[in-house]
């Protein structure tokens, strides 16, 4: 029986095991051209799955000429197996494990609508390169390279370039944050630093209480290490303390994850006092917070906020992860992680068991932008670039766009829930015919898809980002954005009208 | 009772843990100044564990001042909490699981004896940063520029940056190696790639062969993964083909990881005829290959050999690992996984969930020195560089060292096994005194650590790495080595002649 070897695996659809399987052993040579198959009852039987799997599996086999079924005789083997006397074929798709498949599963950028040549898009929140003074960063390569000679290309340390971690601990003083028994560690970017956060503290189920919605990424790396997570809503001023205090104390939380200087998507920035009392709130439970410190450097709308870390005083539990990912050299993968000394020294070791350290010659350039003055004169300006394009967006909106809320203060886009429960996913579908693109709302919720698929949180909301959108752009974009939400109102109406 | 919400985890030693509970719980304010403990006997009752645990614990957290014992009284808090209304204290070592536990505790760099300035040291196999040059360097970094300008600031692709892609595809194919439905994924050098794949595709106590000995990184990641190693004996040829079948006829195999070029740490190049059988065995039983290309380029007395990858055609048995580091940048951290496009798709997800992409101004810059020729004229420099280098250190160990084999034909180490079971960490330990500085060989083996803590595999083995060390200190360091030989020799002679 050629299906006595094969071992079901969870993770993927059965008749797409079946499918593989049969491939694989056809390449081989366990299957013969012309050799006959078992029949799909047979199958059914054998491995004790519904025969329907198995039919689905003959069918696509079939129409891609693998396999052919003559009626009343049976089913036989069409193709030649690749193998030869030299080559062996393994079917990786079997092999990977819950982690790597729900990276792949949960990989926005392969299951959205992919930009086209010449679309307005507003998916990203991307920084504009138009922006990056280039000579500036060209004398600081020069400037690493003079002070620090080849060893820049050699190997380094796992901690990172000891001149970029006595800056950040400077700039962290600067937001307010006691550096006292804490460490920094250089990170590949604020997605690994939390992702090796994640892995090296938790184990499969813990919990993580985290805003409501809260950064795609964020969730996706959470639900790849199977926690659990726990989404608590925000309002204006922050994370509902009710439902927070009600989640602590309910649950064995292991982690808090906070964004709460501009939450993405919504934009939202937490007031100071709700700060304190999220902070209490999470020190009375002794949970720790990782708090993602995005976006800090660009708010417009409200005077700069401290960020929590600088509540905690010696205490060590508050985990800032800090990049600068989002107004400078994104390309470049840096970003930190900021907390208890204890805690960096293991994540050391198992950043270099990841990938040994980040770039120095990265490091290096980076430091000599920061420390020479490039950095402040570059934040200045972008600040002004960013800010005038935000007050389009919102001028645009509000003329155009019939929403039930409109989030955002700063950063380089702005939420949008729509009235009505329209629908965003329909909404972009029509969008995406005009050539325009944005980000639907309901990734940044835990459960954005139910059983059938289908969305069930979030789906009313989208994401606009404008910081690589010129003005002209910006305002076709959401003109045309406006006039397919007229199209759905239509179509509401109507069907309304008809029943 | 002050231990009533203390769980005990397995990863620690039960007296640390409690060490550290009692520490939290002075600073969480559960356990107030001059309070009476528990005594050792109530505790050891009440958590179930050996008494001798506690009063080891107690006995250290007394000579740090933390708790102090009056006889025939009772034992007190003596510390005030760190604690105060805005901090609080979190206990990360307890959280931390066994995979960050173990890369902390298989990190050589913590755990082994470090080098103090001046040392002779013969413990790295980096290479020597005054043979990159750096006016070809700068050159390549502002062609990268010109040709790219700012965006190669901006995001990139997870996969890579796409001309370093097609350039590797080219190179991949001098190699005799075949692309068809194969693709190329960029990671940050060598140990992200194995990291990854080995992350994504196996399970705990999943099986991989590997060569003895081997990478001590590569055991590291698959004992902090969880997977089971079976390590096969080389020979000259390279491993042994009657265990290896042995090996995978008796076990479920998953991976067989091999460093076929130069074999870290004993630099043996498995010849031609044995790649052939040992591939076959490989195919013979289905076990998918992940091929270490470790210093392909730093072959001298051996002409160049194809990789494993090359002889398997069209098939996807063989998944390359590539990495210039040993001779080219390894601080700008760029390696590449070749290998069936399938697993390339989805370890292009997992690698966007880890850390998004690799620096592309890295990659860029890198692209344009592999391009414009600047590598093959560092590689025809640094060849005849360290040949000279490798001719000397042989040279000095036939004259100084007596040793029962020397291994290594290329590359920037060689491996010594020393005569009458010498134990390399006591020679370490009187070559250290000395200011000489090299890497002990037990830790290229699975086993070098007994329950005891006593090294049981390869301790009469180390690894001298010449890269960096001048051809004077080469002379200086191995005469030390030497003399200190002579000296465990005569305490060996010493002691079995009191027998």
Redesign the interface.
């Known amino acids: 029986m050629i299906f006595s070897n094969l071992k079901l695996n969870k993770n993927e659809p059965i008749y797409i095991q079946i499918k593989n399987h049969v491939i694989d052993s056809i390449n ?1 040579g366990d299957l013969k051209k012309d050799s006959k198959l078992p029949s799909t009852r047979e199958v059914s039987k054998f491995l004790s799955i519904s025969r329907n799997s198995v039919i689905a599996a003959y069918e696509e086999l079939e129409s891609e000429n693998i396999i052919a079924t003559k009626r009343g005789i049976g089913t036989f083997v069409l193709a030649e197996g ?3 006397s ?5 079917d ?2 079997k ?3 819950k ?3 729900s ?2 599963h ?2 926005i ?2 299951s959205e609508l992919p930009y086209k040549k010449n679309m307005i898009s507003f998916k ?1 929140i ?2 504009d ?2 922006l ?1 003074n ?1 000579d500036d ?2 004398r600081c ?2 400037d690493a ?1 003079a002070y620090e ?8 340390y ?1 901690k990172g370039y000891k001149p970029l971690i006595d800056y950040l601990f400077s700039y962290m003083e600067d937001k307010g944050v006691n550096s006292i028994n804490k460490d920094i560690l250089i ?3 604020f ?2 630093a939390l ?1 090796m956060i994640l ?5 499969t189920n813990d919990i993580i209480v985290c805003e409501k919605p809260t950064h795609n ?1 964020a969730l ?2 959470m639900k ?1 290490l199977g926690l659990e997570i726990i989404q608590v809503e925000l309002d204006a001023e922050g994370m509902n303390l009710k439902q927070l205090e009600n989640t602590l104390e309910n649950n064995n939380v ?1 982690f808090g994850y906070l964004i709460p200087s501009y939450n993405n998507p919504t934009g939202i920035v937490t007031k100071v006092k709700r700060r304190k009392e999220i902070y209490n709130l ?2 009375k439970y ?1 949970v ?1 917070i990782i708090e993602d410190g995005f976006n800090e450097e660009l708010l417009y709308s409200s005077s700069p906020i401290e960020p929590i870390a600088s ?7 508050v985990v800032y992860i800090g990049s600068l990912s989002k107004i400078l ?5 840096i970003g930190w992680i900021h907390g ?1 000394a ?2 960096i ?3 050391e ?2 950043k ?11 490091q290096s350039t980076f430091y000599y932008y920061l420390k020479n003055g490039s950095f402040n004169k570059h934040i200045k300006n972008v600040r002004k670039y960013y800010k005038d394009k935000y007050n389009l967006v919102m001028e645009m909106i509000e003329k155009h766009i019939p929403y039930e809320s409109v989030l955002g203060e700063g950063g380089l886009h702005v939420f949008i829930k729509l009235k009505n429960n329209l629908n965003a996913r329909e909404l972009l579908e029509l969008c995406y015919n005009d050539n325009v693109l944005f980000m639907p709302g309901d990734i940044f919720y835990k459960d954005f898809y139910d059983t059938n698929g289908l969305s069930i949180d979030g789906i009313n909301t989208f994401r606009i980002g404008f910081g690589k959108v010129s003005d002209e752009d910006i305002i076709t974009g959401i003109k045309i954005i406006s006039k397919n939400i007229r199209i759905l109102e239509n179509n509401l109406t109507k069907s309304s009208d008809n029943k």
């Open positions: 081989k690749r193998n030869n030299h080559e062996y074929f393994i990786y798709s092999s990977f494990n982690y790597a498949y990276l792949k949960l990989d950028i392969k990203s991307a920084p390169s138009s990056f280039l960063f060209k390569f020069l390279f000679g080849p060893n820049l290309l050699n190997y380094g796992a990170t590949n970017g997605t690994e992702h892995s090296s503290l938790t184990s990424t996706k790396i790849s292991k999470f020190r002794s720790p509540l905690s005083g010696e205490g060590n539990g050299f994104p390309g470049l993968r208890d204890q805690l020294e293991t994540l070791s198992v270099r068991g990841i990938n040994i350290h980040s770039s120095f010659l990265d």
